[in-house]
Nanobody, 119 residues
Framework: QVQLVESGGGLVQPGGSLRLSCAAS????????MGWYRQAPGKQRELVAVITIGGSTNYADSVKGRFTISRDNAKNTVYLQMNSLKPEDMGVYYC?????????????WGRGTQVTVSS
């Protein structure tokens, strides 16, 4: 059974940091490209970052230099380190498993974790 379980969301002040985690079932972690999406209220879900099995990464322009995606293959876990958070980063963050790199297409989704950036 494919499972993606996110954790680490919460409330943080502007300029603060959070680290999101996504635990994946072993059956998919060593096959798929992993990604993080986010969805703000009233907006479409947008791709934030992806990481290949080999560790190559790609980021949305809005988060470059502030967010870092990484994966621990031994723990079947992908992380999203978010620094210098802004109010516009607020939303539900979803972990995904899929294919591609510059044309990333998700196959599986987690249920999401809420990130709130507010003073």
């Amino acid at each position: 059974q494919v499972q993606l379980v996110e954790s680490g969301g919460g409330l943080v002040q502007p300029g603060g940091s959070l680290r999101l985690s996504c635990a994946a079932s072993e059956s998919i972690f060593n096959i798929y490209v992993m990604g993080w999406y986010r969805q703000a209220p009233g907006k479409q879900r947008e791709l934030v970052a992806v990481i290949t099995i080999g560790g190559s990464t790609n980021y949305a322009d809005s988060v470059k230099g502030r967010f870092t995606i990484s994966r621990d293959n031994a723990k079947n876990t992908v992380y999203l380190q978010m620094n210098s958070l802004k109010p516009e980063d607020m939303g539900v963050y979803y972990c995904s498993a899929g294919w591609g790199y510059s044309d990333y297409t998700p196959d599986y989704w987690g249920r999401g974790t809420q990130v709130t950036v507010s003073s």
